[in-house]
């Protein structure tokens, strides 16, 4: 598989929960029944923000994540992406709401 495309839209798999835990979240794919463990706040952040910022780059600088930080937590999106918990945002269709 390519690199994370950090410029990329993203979001969380519709078939994805996110349960908040002391020590980060848990993430459960209903559909493939996998269950990631997020321990870094910051990445719990970045994957809650995915949606709404125009790039991967942009929510992780929203979560805090500094440029030097980014080549770690592509790392991890690029697991996330792997494993189905989170997948390319698809613009709306004409006449759809964003």
């Not at 794919?29 to 125009?54: I, N």
């Not at 690029?78 to 918990?85: D, F, G, I, Q, V």
Request: charged share 20%; proline share 9%; aromatic share 8%.
């Amino acid at each position: 598989m390519p690199s994370f495309d950090m410029a990329g839209t993203w979001t969380l798999h519709p078939q994805v929960a996110v349960r908040p835990e002391p020590f980060g979240a848990l993430l459960y794919h209903f559909g493939t029944r996998r269950l990631s463990f997020l321990k870094d706040l910051r990445l719990l952040a970045a994957v809650r923000l995915l949606t709404d910022e125009p790039s991967a780059a942009d929510a992780c600088r929203t979560a805090g994540i500094h440029d030097h930080e980014l080549a770690r937590y592509r790392a991890a999106l690029e697991t996330l992406a792997t494993s189905h918990m989170i997948v390319r945002r698809t613009p709306p269709r004409p006449g759809e709401a964003p």
